[in-house]
């Protein structure tokens, strides 16, 4: 951490810093220019707030220089993390994962109708909400366990691996025997018990980005997990709440990049929750995967219209197949498989 003090900061004001610094932990080396001085402070504290640094007297300016998450920090592993499933299937590896399905698991003929498109098309894990965060509490809640039931058999036919949400500590134990991943949906993304305690079982989890969460949020909820133990986490951009009312939310596509950059967990993109708009989501596909998606998430309908969530975001099985075409093109100029 960068103490600079102003120019104007007395000696004594300086020496303030120095001691409040030493009580924190942190050893310093101060430098004194021809103008003023600056302190760099060195130790492992993580959870300092440099707000309390700003406001002592003579301080101008602080600066973090290492980031406040350890394990979910690109330097705890610099080649990238990679997930690898029993069948073989890899995630943050070569191969960019193609996650889809509807948004609510409504009943056996239409999860096996729609897993039986989309794995053809190449989807390789199947997606479907059991136990759903409804905006309202009148909207469809989701089948529960019948649904996890369904999701198995579905991919299990039809060679899949399942991810499905979890909303509480309580359906942890529930949900595990019958899915491959756990997602946790933007609504609970700092819901820190719920955290912990995926950091405690051995299964991959899908941390999507809150509402309105930057990426230091989301990489610092990435660590409550790892922190337990459980180190295979995928984070997730599926949009972000800003002024535009366009589409549902913005899909911030340069977070692909940025946590690449900051961290060594693989990356995906929600197109569909990102934008809200069937015709949005697969130019904003293309664009995840020509910036480094490890994973996209996409919901599919077979009969959208009358889908009991989300049916105005969800693909059409077609169109869904020829995104996949698409990307098949888009991966390779990007270095990756699909
Ligand atoms: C979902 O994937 O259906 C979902 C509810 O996602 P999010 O948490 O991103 O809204
Ligand atoms: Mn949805």
């Known amino acids: 951490m960068i103490v600079a003090m102003q120019e104007a900061a007395t000696d004594e004001q300086i020496q303030q810093v120095v001691e409040h610094l ?65 069948n073989g299937l890899q995630v943050g590896g070569e191969q960019v994962v193609v996650m889809a399905g509807p948004c609510s698991v409504e009943s056996r003929e239409q999860l096996f109708t729609i897993a039986e498109q989309i794995s053809k ?69 700092q819901n820190f018990n719920l955290l912990r305690e995926l950091g405690k079982i051995k ?3 899908l941390l999507k980005r809150g509402i309105a969460a930057t990426l230091e949020e989301l990489l ?62 697969p130019p904003m596909a293309r664009a995840s995967v020509a910036a480094g998606a490890d994973v996209l998430l996409i919901e599919v309908h077979h009969d959208p219209d009358r889908a009991l969530s989300d049916g105005a975001q969800s693909l059409y099985p077609d169109q869904f197949s020829q995104l996949m075409g698409e990307l098949r093109m888009i991966a390779p100029a990007v270095g990756r498989k699909l």
């Open 22 to 86: 030493i009580r924190m932990g942190f050893s310093v080396h101060r430098t004194t220019g021809a103008r003023q001085t600056v302190l760099a402070a060195v130790g492992a504290r993580v959870d300092f707030d440099t707000r309390n640094l700003e406001v002592l007297a003579g301080v101008q300016e602080v600066h973090r220089i290492s980031a406040p998450y350890k394990l979910a920090g690109r330097s705890f592993r610099p080649q990238g993390t990679v997930i690898e499933f029993a």
């Open 121 to 189: 098309a190449g989807a390789r894990v199947l997606r479907g909400g059991a136990f759903k965060p409804r905006t309202s509490p009148y909207s469809f809640q989701g089948l529960g366990l019948e649904a996890l039931k369904l999701l198995r058999e579905a991919a299990d036919r039809f060679d899949m691996l399942v991810i499905s949400e979890v909303m509480e500590i309580s359906q942890i134990a529930m949900m595990v025997p019958y899915v491959d991943i756990l997602q946790v949906g933007a609504r609970n993304m």
């Open 203 to 205: 299964k991959p989890v």
């Open 220 to 281: 610092l909820s990435a660590e409550y997990i790892m922190s337990g133990g459980n180190y295979e986490v995928i984070l997730c951009e599926r949009g972000i709440r800003t002024f535009e009312t366009y589409t549902r939310n913005t899909l911030d596509i340069s977070a692909i990049p940025i946590v690449h950059k900051l961290s060594h967990l693989p990356m995906a993109s929600d197109p569909s929750h990102g934008t809200g708009l069937r015709d949005k989501v």
